[in-house]
Each structure stands twice: as structure tokens, then as C-alpha cells.
């Protein structure tokens, strides 16, 4: 599987990012998909996952009702909508891929993920 990341740049606090994330390689409408951050001189937390079809979504608390995951399984493509983002929010996020889970399961757990993208870096001003 590889994942291509996008849609990451410098907004202000307030304002609103859609990242995407393309996938090929294996059959996508098979295996959950997932959004991890890392800021600098941080570890790298759990954002957001969704299940194979769309029908479980995971959020981490600090994003909850800002934030919001969906997939085009049509397009191979999962997104992450960031509103009302915030200066915590800075950081490079990466998409990844659970070939292997449970299909209905939407990790937080990174070690549930077999395949990374690389990241694209989001940057929120004050």
C-alpha cells in the first residue's frame, strides 16, 4: 500500500485545512484508515481513524467536534477536515493504513497501522 498525503499548509488560528490522503496498492475499501500528528520534540499521537466502510469513526478528545474523518473508498481516498484549528494544532500529520485489523474497528493505537505516509505539515498561527 502506498499513501500519498496532501493538502497541508499555514492557516490562522480559526481557520480551516481538508487534508487528503490517496491510497493504492491493495484493495482500500477492505481496511480502516487513520490520522496521527507529530508537533516538534513531541511523540506522535492518534488523531482520528475510521473503518473500512465509513460506518465507525475514532476521534482523540483534543479534536472532537473540530475535527472530522471521511473516506471516498470510489476515489481510494480517506480526509481529515480541520476547523477552528488552533495553535496546538501545528504539526506534521501522517496517514496510515490497518491492512490487518478487524474490519469495523477504527484504531487509536499506532501499532494497529502497517502502512505510513509521509507527512504533511500543518502550521496554525496565533
Known amino acids: 500500500v502506498q499513501l500519498q498525503a496532501s493538502g497541508g499548509g499555514l492557516v490562522q488560528a480559526g481557520g480551516s485545512l481538508r487534508l487528503s490522503c490517496a491510497a493504492s496498492?491493495?484493495?482500500?475499501?477492505?481496511?480502516?484508515m487513520g490520522w496521527f500528528r507529530q508537533a516538534p520534540r513531541k511523540e506522535r499521537e492518534f488523531v482520528a481513524a475510521?473503518?473500512?466502510?465509513?460506518?465507525?469513526?475514532n476521534y482523540a478528545d483534543s479534536v472532537k467536534g473540530r475535527f472530522t474523518i471521511s473516506r471516498d473508498n470510489a476515489k481510494n481516498t480517506v480526509y481529515l477536515q480541520m476547523n477552528s484549528l488552533k495553535p496546538e494544532d501545528t504539526a506534521d500529520y501522517y496517514c496510515?493504513?490497518?491492512?490487518?485489523?478487524?474490519?469495523?474497528?477504527?484504531?487509536?493505537?499506532?501499532?494497529?497501522?502497517?502502512?505510513w505516509g509521509q507527512g504533511a505539515q500543518v502550521t496554525v498561527s496565533s
Open positions: 496510515a493504513a490497518d491492512t490487518y485489523g478487524v474490519l469495523g474497528e477504527a484504531y487509536a493505537d499506532p501499532d494497529e497501522y502497517d502502512y
Open positions: 496498492g491493495r484493495t482500500f475499501n477492505r481496511y480502516a
Open positions: 475510521i473503518s473500512w466502510n465509513g460506518g465507525v469513526t
